[in-house]
T-cell receptor, first 109, second 114 residues
Framework: EDKVVQSPLSLVVHEGDTVTLNCSYE??????LLWYKQEKKAPTFLFML????IEKKSGRLSSILDKKELSSILNITATQTGDSAIYLC?????????FGAGTILRVKS | DGGITQSPKYLFRKEGQNVTLSCEQN?????MYWYRQDPGQGLRLIYY???????QKGDIAEGYSVSREKKESFPLTVTSAQKNPTAFYLC?????????????FGPGTRLLVL
Protein backbone atom coordinates (compact mmCIF):
# COMPACT_ATOMS: atom_id res chain seq x y z
CA GLU A 1 0.00 0.00 0.00
CA ASP A 2 1.32 3.41 -0.95
CA LYS A 3 1.97 5.60 2.05
CA VAL A 4 3.60 8.80 3.21
CA VAL A 5 4.75 9.24 6.82
CA GLN A 6 5.64 12.57 8.36
CA SER A 7 7.48 13.22 11.60
CA PRO A 8 7.23 14.62 14.11
CA LEU A 9 3.44 14.85 14.33
CA SER A 10 3.73 18.11 16.23
CA LEU A 11 6.45 20.48 17.31
CA VAL A 12 6.65 23.56 19.53
CA VAL A 13 9.65 25.87 19.18
CA HIS A 14 10.61 29.43 20.07
CA GLU A 15 11.09 32.24 17.60
CA GLY A 16 14.53 32.12 16.06
CA ASP A 17 14.90 28.35 16.34
CA THR A 18 15.66 26.17 13.32
CA VAL A 19 13.35 23.22 12.64
CA THR A 20 13.61 20.16 10.42
CA LEU A 21 10.49 18.32 9.31
CA ASN A 22 10.71 14.83 7.87
CA CYS A 23 8.77 12.98 5.21
CA SER A 24 9.31 9.36 4.18
CA TYR A 25 7.39 7.48 1.52
CA GLU A 26 6.68 4.08 0.07
CA UNK A 27 5.14 4.73 -3.31
CA UNK A 28 5.37 2.86 -6.58
CA UNK A 29 5.96 4.88 -9.75
CA UNK A 30 7.21 7.92 -7.84
CA UNK A 31 7.12 11.15 -9.87
CA UNK A 32 7.66 13.99 -7.41
CA LEU A 33 7.36 15.05 -3.80
CA LEU A 34 5.56 18.23 -2.79
CA TRP A 35 5.48 20.30 0.37
CA TYR A 36 2.49 22.45 1.34
CA LYS A 37 1.82 24.86 4.21
CA GLN A 38 -1.70 24.92 5.64
CA GLU A 39 -2.62 27.73 8.01
CA LYS A 40 -6.34 27.96 8.41
CA LYS A 41 -7.84 26.84 5.17
CA ALA A 42 -6.34 25.97 1.80
CA PRO A 43 -2.87 24.39 1.68
CA THR A 44 -0.46 26.63 -0.19
CA PHE A 45 2.28 25.19 -2.34
CA LEU A 46 5.88 25.44 -1.12
CA PHE A 47 8.12 23.13 -3.13
CA MET A 48 8.10 20.39 -5.73
CA LEU A 49 11.09 18.02 -5.69
CA UNK A 50 11.85 15.57 -8.45
CA UNK A 51 15.62 15.11 -8.38
CA UNK A 52 17.63 13.68 -5.52
CA UNK A 53 20.19 15.88 -3.76
CA ILE A 54 19.16 19.22 -5.26
CA GLU A 55 18.13 21.71 -2.60
CA LYS A 56 15.26 24.08 -3.27
CA LYS A 57 15.15 27.32 -1.32
CA SER A 58 12.63 30.05 -0.74
CA GLY A 59 13.66 32.61 1.85
CA ARG A 60 14.09 30.85 5.19
CA LEU A 61 12.63 27.60 3.89
CA SER A 62 14.55 24.90 2.09
CA SER A 63 13.92 21.31 1.12
CA ILE A 64 15.81 18.39 -0.33
CA LEU A 65 14.89 14.95 -1.63
CA ASP A 66 16.80 11.71 -1.04
CA LYS A 67 15.50 9.08 -3.44
CA LYS A 68 17.86 6.45 -2.07
CA GLU A 69 16.41 6.85 1.41
CA LEU A 70 12.90 7.54 0.06
CA SER A 71 12.65 10.67 2.13
CA SER A 72 12.68 14.45 2.16
CA ILE A 73 13.30 17.13 4.74
CA LEU A 74 11.91 20.64 5.05
CA ASN A 75 14.08 23.10 6.97
CA ILE A 76 12.92 26.39 8.38
CA THR A 77 15.59 28.69 9.81
CA ALA A 78 15.07 31.65 12.15
CA THR A 79 11.45 30.65 12.72
CA GLN A 80 8.77 33.30 13.18
CA THR A 81 5.28 33.08 14.68
CA GLY A 82 3.92 33.33 11.13
CA ASP A 83 5.49 29.96 10.39
CA SER A 84 2.96 28.31 12.71
CA ALA A 85 0.95 25.98 10.51
CA ILE A 86 0.43 22.39 9.43
CA TYR A 87 3.11 21.31 6.95
CA LEU A 88 1.93 18.65 4.53
CA CYS A 89 4.07 16.36 2.44
CA UNK A 90 2.57 14.71 -0.65
CA UNK A 91 3.97 12.28 -3.18
CA UNK A 92 2.86 12.25 -6.80
CA UNK A 93 2.44 8.89 -8.46
CA UNK A 94 0.59 8.29 -11.67
CA UNK A 95 -1.80 11.23 -11.79
CA UNK A 96 -2.60 11.42 -8.08
CA UNK A 97 -1.12 12.72 -4.87
CA UNK A 98 -0.97 10.80 -1.61
CA PHE A 99 -0.61 12.97 1.49
CA GLY A 100 1.01 12.40 4.82
CA ALA A 101 -0.82 13.27 8.04
CA GLY A 102 1.11 16.51 8.39
CA THR A 103 3.34 18.08 11.03
CA ILE A 104 1.77 20.72 13.26
CA LEU A 105 4.33 23.44 13.96
CA ARG A 106 3.77 26.05 16.62
CA VAL A 107 6.25 28.88 17.01
CA LYS A 108 6.09 30.71 20.34
CA SER A 109 7.14 34.32 20.68
CA ASP B 1 -8.56 37.05 -10.39
CA GLY B 2 -7.63 33.46 -11.22
CA GLY B 3 -8.25 30.84 -8.61
CA ILE B 4 -10.39 28.13 -7.13
CA THR B 5 -13.59 28.90 -5.29
CA GLN B 6 -15.60 26.62 -3.06
CA SER B 7 -19.03 27.18 -1.64
CA PRO B 8 -20.52 27.24 0.83
CA LYS B 9 -17.93 27.92 3.50
CA TYR B 10 -19.99 25.98 6.05
CA LEU B 11 -22.69 23.41 5.34
CA PHE B 12 -25.05 21.64 7.69
CA ARG B 13 -26.55 18.29 6.78
CA LYS B 14 -29.52 16.56 8.33
CA GLU B 15 -29.78 12.80 8.64
CA GLY B 16 -30.71 11.16 5.34
CA GLN B 17 -30.07 14.30 3.31
CA ASN B 18 -27.88 14.63 0.23
CA VAL B 19 -25.83 17.82 0.02
CA THR B 20 -23.71 19.22 -2.81
CA LEU B 21 -20.46 21.12 -2.43
CA SER B 22 -19.46 23.46 -5.22
CA CYS B 23 -15.98 23.82 -6.72
CA GLU B 24 -15.17 26.19 -9.58
CA GLN B 25 -11.80 27.11 -11.11
CA ASN B 26 -10.83 29.64 -13.76
CA UNK B 27 -7.21 28.55 -14.05
CA UNK B 28 -7.85 26.51 -17.21
CA UNK B 29 -6.64 23.44 -15.34
CA UNK B 30 -7.48 20.08 -16.84
CA UNK B 31 -7.58 18.04 -13.65
CA MET B 32 -9.67 18.54 -10.53
CA TYR B 33 -9.70 16.71 -7.20
CA TRP B 34 -11.75 16.36 -4.03
CA TYR B 35 -10.14 15.61 -0.68
CA ARG B 36 -11.46 15.08 2.79
CA GLN B 37 -9.42 16.24 5.78
CA ASP B 38 -9.97 14.85 9.28
CA PRO B 39 -7.85 15.80 12.29
CA GLY B 40 -4.58 13.88 12.38
CA GLN B 41 -5.20 12.13 9.06
CA GLY B 42 -3.94 14.54 6.43
CA LEU B 43 -5.84 14.69 3.14
CA ARG B 44 -7.57 11.66 1.64
CA LEU B 45 -8.61 11.54 -2.00
CA ILE B 46 -12.32 11.09 -2.67
CA TYR B 47 -12.63 11.51 -6.45
CA TYR B 48 -10.60 13.04 -9.24
CA UNK B 49 -11.15 14.00 -12.84
CA UNK B 50 -8.53 14.38 -15.54
CA UNK B 51 -10.83 15.59 -18.32
CA UNK B 52 -14.42 16.67 -18.84
CA UNK B 53 -17.02 13.90 -18.61
CA UNK B 54 -14.58 11.51 -16.98
CA UNK B 55 -13.72 10.87 -13.32
CA GLN B 56 -12.21 8.17 -11.15
CA LYS B 57 -12.70 7.01 -7.59
CA GLY B 58 -10.06 7.87 -5.05
CA ASP B 59 -9.30 6.06 -1.82
CA ILE B 60 -12.56 6.87 0.01
CA ALA B 61 -15.24 7.28 -2.67
CA GLU B 62 -18.03 5.36 -0.90
CA GLY B 63 -20.96 7.61 -0.04
CA TYR B 64 -19.89 10.35 -2.46
CA SER B 65 -20.63 11.18 -6.10
CA VAL B 66 -19.28 13.73 -8.58
CA SER B 67 -19.84 15.07 -12.06
CA ARG B 68 -17.59 16.90 -14.53
CA GLU B 69 -19.82 18.41 -17.19
CA LYS B 70 -17.66 21.52 -17.60
CA LYS B 71 -13.92 22.00 -17.35
CA GLU B 72 -14.37 24.72 -14.74
CA SER B 73 -16.68 22.86 -12.39
CA PHE B 74 -16.42 19.70 -10.28
CA PRO B 75 -19.27 19.48 -7.74
CA LEU B 76 -19.22 16.85 -4.98
CA THR B 77 -22.40 15.32 -3.59
CA VAL B 78 -22.28 13.83 -0.11
CA THR B 79 -25.04 11.23 -0.10
CA SER B 80 -26.99 9.77 2.80
CA ALA B 81 -24.86 6.63 2.39
CA GLN B 82 -21.88 8.51 3.83
CA LYS B 83 -22.29 7.72 7.52
CA ASN B 84 -19.59 9.98 8.89
CA PRO B 85 -19.57 13.08 6.69
CA THR B 86 -18.38 15.63 9.25
CA ALA B 87 -15.04 16.87 7.88
CA PHE B 88 -13.25 19.65 6.04
CA TYR B 89 -13.57 19.20 2.26
CA LEU B 90 -10.92 20.61 -0.07
CA CYS B 91 -11.10 20.91 -3.83
CA UNK B 92 -7.92 21.20 -5.90
CA UNK B 93 -6.95 21.55 -9.54
CA UNK B 94 -3.83 21.14 -11.64
CA UNK B 95 -2.52 20.93 -15.17
CA UNK B 96 -1.92 17.45 -16.48
CA UNK B 97 1.47 16.06 -17.33
CA UNK B 98 4.65 14.93 -15.69
CA UNK B 99 6.12 17.69 -13.57
CA UNK B 100 2.97 19.78 -13.89
CA UNK B 101 0.92 18.08 -11.25
CA UNK B 102 1.27 20.78 -8.59
CA UNK B 103 -2.20 21.04 -7.17
CA UNK B 104 -3.72 24.34 -6.09
CA PHE B 105 -6.40 24.29 -3.44
CA GLY B 106 -9.64 26.11 -2.83
CA PRO B 107 -10.52 27.58 0.60
CA GLY B 108 -12.51 24.51 1.66
CA THR B 109 -16.01 23.70 2.91
CA ARG B 110 -16.63 22.53 6.45
CA LEU B 111 -19.51 20.05 6.60
CA LEU B 112 -21.31 19.43 9.88
CA VAL B 113 -24.08 16.98 10.64
CA LEU B 114 -27.08 18.19 12.62
Amino acid sequence: EDKVVQSPLSLVVHEGDTVTLNCSYEVTNFRSLLWYKQEKKAPTFLFMLTSSGIEKKSGRLSSILDKKELSSILNITATQTGDSAIYLCAVEYGNKLVFGAGTILRVKS
Amino acid sequence: DGGITQSPKYLFRKEGQNVTLSCEQNLNHDAMYWYRQDPGQGLRLIYYSQIVNDFQKGDIAEGYSVSREKKESFPLTVTSAQKNPTAFYLCASSYRGVGKETQYFGPGTRLLVL
